[in-house]
């Protein structure tokens, strides 16, 4: 028995005695064929920043990485350069219009403006109506009634006006062509207040009206009073305090008012004029594009803009050949109250050429 159990346990040594030099030599020839693979350690980012950059990044810099091949080896390198700054979000002006809720009134048109009125002068028929009897920031459509005032006054048109301190804008810091101290006759200044809505020469128009400034701004009001204009109110000539406010039924009856001078009509409607303010020549082009467009027939315009007011335009105009007065005020865009009067034009000719349908929107509070 006991000699079984020593050959068995004989054999077994024998046999773990010859299996374990052949494991060995295996492990051997594998290290042998897979060679160890070389490590190379990456260094971090920021250790590269720092040894690079020399001294620390302010907030204006930042660290550029490059790759290059030179002689075909991979380079890379680091470059500090200046970062683009950042750029604050503005949100965006909200109008007198915006701040009454007028811009949730919808219309057919899909209009850009809060306000819209469109009559047939011939008939007096109300075409088309939106938020028209609220009263809001009319810009330099101001000057129509600045031209209405200068007009009835029968005041000398060749009498020079010179161009003062106080003519300048700075209460929106608007540029001009008209410097201080500069000379035109008072027809030349009221031509390129309408034609061309600048700010300084209608400064000089009400300043050098019989009275002053608060003489002319008080005719100005007289004359809103005469036409029935009862939501219109002015504190200056040019437009440029947003407290000038009108409604678009009150600038309805200006349009309908101014219309009857053909000064004012030729005026208005000019697409390009020549001055020469203390003999320097100097061309004026219509705030208007629709004055030099041949496909619109227009007997008077004015445009306006300030921040609380939008964009505005009023016109007297020939669709078919009637005669139609178009308001649009509070539009939103450089351009969006011209593309308004293109879009209602279509659609009087297109869509009501009987003009037998009488469109009227109201306040979006006020159902």
Same mark, same amino acid.
């Given at each position: 028995?006991? &000699?079984?159990?020593?050959?068995?346990?004989?054999?077994?040594?024998?046999? $773990? @005695?010859?299996?374990? /030099?052949?494991? @060995?030599?295996?492990?051997?020839?594998?290290?042998?064929?897979?060679?160890?693979? *070389?490590?190379?350690? *990456?260094?971090?980012?920021?250790? +590269?920043?720092?040894?690079?950059?020399?001294?620390?990044?302010?907030?204006?810099?930042?660290? +550029?990485?490059?790759?290059?091949v030179v002689k075909g080896k991979r380079q890379i390198s680091y470059q500090r350069v200046s970062a683009a700054p950042s750029v604050p979000v503005v949100?965006?002006?909200?109008?007198?219009?915006?701040?009454?809720?007028?811009?949730?009134?919808?219309?057919?048109?899909? %209009?850009?403006?809060?306000?819209?009125?469109?009559?047939?002068?011939?008939?007096?028929?109300?075409?088309?109506?939106?938020?028209?009897?609220?009263?809001? /920031?009319i810009a330099s459509v101001t000057k129509l009634m600045t031209a209405l005032v200068v007009v009835e006054a029968r005041l000398n048109m060749e009498e020079?006006?010179?161009?003062?301190?106080?003519?300048?804008?700075?209460?929106?810091?608007?540029?001009?062509?008209?410097?201080?101290?500069?000379?035109?006759?008072?027809?030349?200044?009221?031509?390129?207040?309408?034609?061309?809505?600048?700010?300084?020469?209608?400064?000089?128009?009400?300043?050098?009206? /019989?009275?002053? %400034?608060? #003489?002319?701004?008080? @005719?100005?009001?007289?004359?809103?009073?005469?036409?029935?204009?009862?939501?219109?109110?002015?504190?200056?000539?040019?437009?440029?305090?947003?407290?000038?406010?009108?409604?678009?039924?009150?600038?309805?009856?200006?349009? +309908?008012?101014?219309?009857?001078?053909?000064?004012?009509?030729?005026?208005?409607?000019?697409? &390009?004029?020549?001055?020469?303010?203390?003999? $320097?020549?100097?061309?004026?082009?219509?705030?208007?594009?629709?004055?030099?467009? *041949?496909?619109?027939?227009?007997?008077?315009?004015?445009?306006?803009?300030?921040?609380?007011?939008?964009?505005?335009?009023?016109?007297?105009?020939?669709?078919?050949?009637?005669?139609?007065?178009?308001?649009? %005020?509070?539009?939103?865009?450089?351009?969006?109250?011209?593309?308004? #009067?293109?879009?209602?034009?279509?659609?009087?000719?297109?869509?009501?050429?009987?003009?037998?349908?009488? +469109?009227?929107?109201?306040?979006?509070?006020?159902?």
């Open positions: 028995m006991f &000699k079984s159990a020593l050959a068995i346990f004989t054999s077994l040594l024998f046999i $773990h @005695a010859g299996l374990a /030099p052949a494991a @060995a030599q295996t492990v051997n020839n594998a290290a042998k064929k897979a060679p160890a693979k *070389k490590v190379i350690a *990456k260094r971090p980012a920021a250790a +590269v920043s720092r040894t690079v950059a020399k001294g620390s990044l302010n907030n204006r810099e930042k660290l +550029v990485r490059k790759v290059s949100p965006p002006v909200m109008t007198a219009g915006d701040l009454a809720g007028l811009n949730l009134t919808p219309d057919p048109l899909a %209009l850009r403006s809060n306000v819209a009125l469109v009559i047939d002068q011939a008939s007096s028929q109300v075409l088309f109506e939106k938020n028209s009897s609220v009263a809001l /920031p020079t006006l010179t161009v003062t301190d106080d003519d300048v804008d700075r209460e929106k810091h608007s540029s001009s062509r008209l410097r201080v101290g500069a000379t035109l006759s008072r027809d030349d200044m009221l031509h390129i207040a309408l034609m061309s809505s600048e700010n300084r020469a209608a400064s000089a128009l009400g300043r050098n009206y /019989p009275g002053g %400034l608060p #003489a002319f701004v008080a @005719a100005m009001n007289a004359k809103a009073r005469s036409l029935g204009m009862t939501e219109t109110h002015y504190v200056d000539s040019t437009g440029l305090s947003s407290q000038n406010v009108a409604s678009a039924r009150d600038l309805a009856k200006l349009v +309908v008012a101014a219309y009857n001078y053909p000064i004012i009509r030729q005026y208005s409607t000019d697409p &390009k004029y020549m001055v020469e303010p203390s003999g $320097h020549a100097m061309q004026y082009n219509s705030s208007n594009r629709l004055t030099s467009n *041949k496909e619109w027939d227009i007997g008077l315009q004015k445009t306006g803009f300030i921040n609380e007011a939008g964009h505005c335009l009023v016109m007297y105009t020939r669709i078919e050949g009637r005669p139609i007065v178009m308001v649009f %005020l509070d539009s939103k865009g450089r351009l969006s109250h011209v593309g308004d #009067a293109a879009r209602m034009r279509k659609w009087l000719v297109e869509d009501q050429p009987n003009n037998l349908t009488r +469109v009227k929107m109201v306040r979006a509070d006020e159902g």
